[in-house]
């Protein structure tokens, strides 16, 4: 059990996990907030993100809306996204994932004490997928020495052996896991997981 100011361990653990995928922290002021986007199809998640923060009071009970913008090719796109109201008991956070000031995310150097099976179910959710018989995490946004410390702490913490792959693009690596370890991702993860979610640890 871990718990960072008034932050509970499982807030905690959904706030680590999506930020290792797509949510990002915003410096409001003195403050921090964090910001969650889904695509329409993944509703189910972000709703349930949105009951979860709502309840332990880091955002507005008002449920989020459908947005829309015009995508790639001029494709309309639909999308929710969700912010948290903002905290100065959130720069902790901002000073891991943002080190020196800088504009991309890192990884923090002990993301091990905090990657629990509910960080890890957020991270699948947010930025996961089945490929083949394997699981892969979109991890290309991060340097190539913080997707090494995330694939040796999967070993470390849970005995689990990830490859790094290389995306075809300079610089950009995912974390994959291959088929004989997917059950113990199954294992830790399946609790936590929203059901339209299931499909990505082949479930």
């Known amino acids: 059990m871990f718990k960072i100011g008034p932050h509970e361990e499982h807030i905690l653990s959904v706030f680590y996990g999506t930020l290792l995928g797509d949510s990002y922290l915003e410096k409001r002021s003195k403050n921090v907030r964090i910001s969650f986007q889904q695509e329409n199809k993944n509703v189910e998640y972000l709703?349930?993100?949105?009951?979860?923060l709502a309840i332990s009071g880091y955002c507005t009970n008002k449920r989020p809306k459908l947005h829309q913008c015009i995508g790639?090719?001029?494709?309309?796109?639909?999308?929710?996204r969700l912010n948290t109201y903002t905290f100065s008991s959130l720069n902790f956070l901002y000073d891991q994932f943002y080190k020196d000031g800088c504009k991309i995310k890192r990884v923090p150097c002990n993301i091990i004490e905090y990657l629990t099976p509910l960080a890890l179910a957020c991270w699948i959710m947010d930025d996961g997928g089945?490929?083949?018989?394997?699981?892969?995490l979109s991890t290309q946004g991060f340097l190539k020495e913080d997707v090494i410390l995330l694939s040796d702490s999967f070993y470390v913490k849970w005995n689990i052996k990830c490859n790094l792959q290389n995306t075809g693009k300079i610089n950009q690596w995912i974390i994959y896991i291959p088929k004989k370890e997917v059950y113990k991702v199954q294992y830790l993860v399946e609790p936590y997981m929203v059901k339209s979610m299931l499909y990505k640890i082949h479930k």
């Not at 790639?72 to 929710?80: D, H, L, S, V």
């Not at 089945?130 to 892969?136: A, D, L, M, Q």
């Open 47 to 52: 709703m349930w993100l949105w009951n979860l």
């Open 130 to 136: 089945p490929v083949g018989s394997g699981i892969k």
């Open 72 to 80: 790639a090719r001029g494709q309309i796109r639909f999308y929710y």
